[in-house]
Antibody, heavy 122, light 109 residues
Framework: QVQLQESGPGLVKPSQTLSLTCTVSGGSISSGSYYWSWIRQPAGKGLEWIGR???????NYNPSLKSRVTISVDTSKNQFSLKLSSVTAADTAVYYC??????????????WGQGTLVTVSS | EIVLTQSPGTLSLSPGERATLSCRAS???????LAWYQQKPGQAPRLLIYGASSRATGIPDRFSGSGSGTDFTLTISRLEPEDFAVYYC??????????FGPGTKVDIK
């Protein structure tokens, strides 16, 4: 069973770049079986999909965040990463990494990390 | 952009009662791309239903999904104590990716 674990700084200053990494275990990120996504949730609010990456490095981003987001993959470490630039307090949220199967005719997130809280504050 | 609306915002019910949650899309959504999740405080969302009506692995059969086009429903036939949580619907579109509804909170009456 695939397991995901987010890691990275819990506090980022305004205007700086938020950087998080998701480590995948129980399966190879290179298998080509999954898309790997980042999703966030401000406290007490709903879920917002940030973007996803495939093993090949191909990415898709939420149009509302596209100008500030970069998602990359490191197959040697079985990890994928998120960079969000020019952050403001509005980017304070719990950030989740999640997987969605490629082969299925459906689109959903089946495995999730536990989430990591990132606070943007000076 | 497809917007998902969930109703009611909060549903107050007692254990053993039936819960009916609605998810309405601003445009037609492929049933294959409609999913439901359960989220408890401090936890990540858990996949319940995919393809509008298929239960995910390990999900009890008291959870069922239905609907098509713009109107989808999640039904919990008999609420168990562990079912009190927030429920989100999610859709996928090729142009804008994934979007989630605002959620319905099912709390104990």
């Amino acid at each position: 069973q695939v397991q995901l674990q987010e890691s990275g700084p819990g506090l980022v200053k305004p205007s700086q770049t938020l950087s998080l990494t998701c480590t995948v275990s129980g399966g190879s990120i290179s298998s080509g079986s999954y898309y790997w996504s980042w999703i966030r949730q401000p406290a007490g609010k709903g879920l917002e999909w940030i973007g996803r990456i495939y093993t090949s490095g191909s990415t898709n981003y939420n149009p509302s965040l596209k100008s500030r987001v970069t998602i990359s993959v490191d197959t040697s470490k079985n990890q994928f990463s998120l960079k969000l630039s020019s952050v403001t307090a509005a980017d304070t949220a719990v950030y989740y990494c999640a997987s969605s199967p490629v082969a299925a005719a459906f689109r959903y997130f089946d495995y999730w990390g536990q989430g990591t809280l990132v606070t943007v504050s000076s | 952009e497809i917007v998902l609306t969930q109703s009611p915002g909060t549903l107050s019910l007692s254990p053993g009662e039936r819960a009916t949650l609605s998810c309405r899309a601003s445009q037609s959504v492929s049933s294959s791309y409609l999913a439901w999740y359960q989220q408890k405080p401090g936890q990540a969302p858990r996949l319940l239903i995919y393809g509008a009506s298929s239960r995910a692995t390990g999900i009890p059969d008291r959870f069922s999904g239905s609907g098509s086009g713009t109107d989808f429903t999640l039904t919990i036939s008999r609420l168990e104590p562990e079912d009190f949580a927030v429920y989100y619907c999610q859709q996928y579109g090729s142009s804008r990716g994934f979007t989630f509804g605002p959620g319905t909170k099912v709390d104990i009456k």
